[in-house]
């Protein structure tokens, strides 16, 4: 079983850019399809970026395509999204996701995934 911790959310004015990390522990991350997943209040979770296990293969939403960027360094068990030119409706807690893989297969719908971490509040101000 693998635990997922994230970090790096916060408060940041539109334009701005955030880092936000999700470390894994109890398992090695290289076996592992990983998925970024956001839930705005009053709105279904909703996929943001996906890749595989080893990064070789990536998924972005169209509404973060050229503004996020999903990456992972598997010798630190840790997967990144480096979230730039943010907008007041990015406003959401962001969950990362793990799922056993090692396929170049990436995962987009939330039933796929097995763990789940408790998520980091990204709030952006216009």
């Known amino acids: 079983q693998v635990q997922l911790v994230e970090s790096g959310g916060g408060l940041v004015q539109a334009g701005g850019s955030l880092r936000l990390s999700c470390a894994a522990s109890?398992?090695?991350?290289?076996?592992?399809?990983m998925g970024w997943f956001r839930q705005a209040p009053g709105k279904e979770r909703e996929i943001v970026a996906a890749?595989?296990?080893?990064?070789?293969?990536?998924y972005y939403a169209d509404f973060v395509k050229g503004r996020f960027t999903i990456s992972r360094d598997n010798a630190k068990n840790t997967v990144y999204l480096q979230m730039s030119s943010l907008k007041p409706e990015d406003t959401a807690v962001y969950y990362c996701?793990?799922?056993?893989?090692?396929?170049?297969?990436?995962?987009?719908?939330?039933?796929?995934?097995?763990?789940w971490g408790q998520g980091t509040q990204v709030t952006v101000s216009s």
């Open positions: 996701a793990a799922r056993p893989a090692t396929s170049y297969t990436y995962y987009t719908q939330s039933r796929e995934y097995d763990y």
């Open positions: 109890g398992r090695t991350l290289s076996s592992y399809a």
């Open positions: 890749i595989n296990w080893n990064g070789g293969s990536t």
